[in-house]
């Protein structure tokens, strides 16, 4: 019997199978694999439906948000409190890209502030922007057709609204939502764990906010390769004046020569600047698995 794991909490897991949901354990077997199951993991369950046998092989996995086989990530940014940072944001989305996951920044709140800043900031990205207006429903199909018939994540700092997002999105998970923090200018803890629900066609993950350190811990993306994570760079590859450019001060740089001539965001390249400085302070044991 095989499924694909909705929930882990304390050690049992819900799986969804062809017969409906089952509680269950995982083998210590997987344990000493160094195999811990994650929300969106497809396992094979033993004959009595007890535990999980085998985690069947996955496209991707991130440890936060805690979740694998991801086909779309949504980063939720609201245009006011909290402010977005855009090298959180550029580091949750490169996170997805290097993952060979679409990333899509959905942004809220724009009723209460325009969306100006961000739309200038990934307009000559690859990085799809849409803005959600609650009042008048603005965006929300959009989100829901990238949803339908694919495992979709969302995440972003605490505050930013995601489980409102859900709400409106798809009213039957009723999701709770999170009080802003006026002393912090950001949003209390509302969602523990990762927890997948079906709805709009496809599947959702419902994840836990985070800070700026933990979209550090998403993927370590080796600085060699943080370039693949930009894919707005892609075009300009091959033609710099040495191999291995870091697009960073070498002359001759087709990167840097792009920025200049205004084809490229500067907020865009500031965030790989700063993510390949994060990137040299990396020891090689840090890095996450090679991507598929």
């Known amino acids: 019997m095989e499924g694909y794991i909705?929930?882990?909490?304390?050690?049992?897991?819900?799986v969804q199978t062809a017969a409906g949901p089952v509680e269950c354990r995982a083998r210590g077997i997987l344990r000493r694999r160094g195999q811990a199951p994650?929300?969106?993991?497809?396992?094979r369950l033993s004959p009595d439906g007890a535990a999980i046998e085998e985690i069947l092989p996955r496209k991707n996995s991130f440890v936060r948000p805690p979740v694998a086989n991801l086909?779309?990530?949504?980063?939720?940014?609201?245009?006011?409190?909290?402010?977005?940072?855009?090298?959180?944001?550029?580091?949750?989305?490169?996170?997805?890209?290097?993952?060979?996951?679409?990333?899509?920044?959905?942004?809220t709140k724009v009723d209460l502030a325009a969306a100006d800043a961000?739309?200038?900031?990934?307009?000559?990205?690859?990085?799809?922007?849409?803005?959600?207006?609650?009042?008048?429903?603005?965006?929300?199909?959009?989100?829901?057709?990238?949803?339908?018939?694919h495992l979709c994540a969302f995440c972003g700092n605490s505050g930013v609204g995601k489980s409102t997002l859900l709400n409106a999105l798809a009213?039957?998970?009723?999701?709770?939502?999170?009080?802003?923090?006026?002393?912090?200018?950001?949003?209390?803890?509302?969602?523990?764990?990762?927890e997948i629900f079906a709805a709009c066609g496809g599947l959702i993950a419902d994840t836990p906010g985070f800070s700026s350190l933990d979209a550090q811990r998403l993927v370590r993306i080796p600085k060699g390769e943080l370039e693949q994570a930009f894919p707005e760079f892609s075009p300009y590859f091959g033609r710099c004046r040495f191999t291995g450019c870091s697009h960073r001060t070498e002359a001759g740089?087709?990167?840097?020569?792009?920025?200049?001539?205004?084809?490229?965001?500067?907020?865009?390249?500031?965030?790989?600047?700063?993510?390949?400085a994060q990137a040299e302070q990396?020891?090689?044991?840090?890095?996450?698995?090679?991507?598929?």
């Open 6 to 14: 909705t929930k882990g909490i304390g050690g049992f897991y819900t």
């Open 171 to 194: 009213p039957e998970l009723a999701r709770r939502t999170g009080e802003i923090s006026q002393k912090l200018g950001r949003g209390r803890h509302t969602t523990r764990e990762a």
């Open 118 to 149: 961000l739309q200038a900031a990934y307009a000559k990205s690859a990085v799809p922007v849409i803005l959600v207006d609650y009042a008048t429903g603005e965006g929300l199909d959009a989100v829901r057709a990238r949803i339908r018939g």
């Open 282 to 292: 990396y020891k090689e044991w840090e890095h996450a698995p090679q991507k598929r």
């Open 71 to 107: 086909d779309v990530l949504f980063v939720v940014a609201s245009t006011t409190q909290p402010v977005p940072g855009a090298l959180l944001l550029d580091e949750m989305l490169a996170a997805a890209a290097y993952q060979g996951v679409e990333g899509v920044l959905v942004v």
């Open 253 to 276: 740089c087709a990167v840097r020569a792009a920025l200049a001539a205004g084809e490229l965001s500067a907020s865009r390249y500031n965030s790989y600047l700063a993510m390949y």
């Open 38 to 43: 994650l929300a969106g993991d497809r396992v």
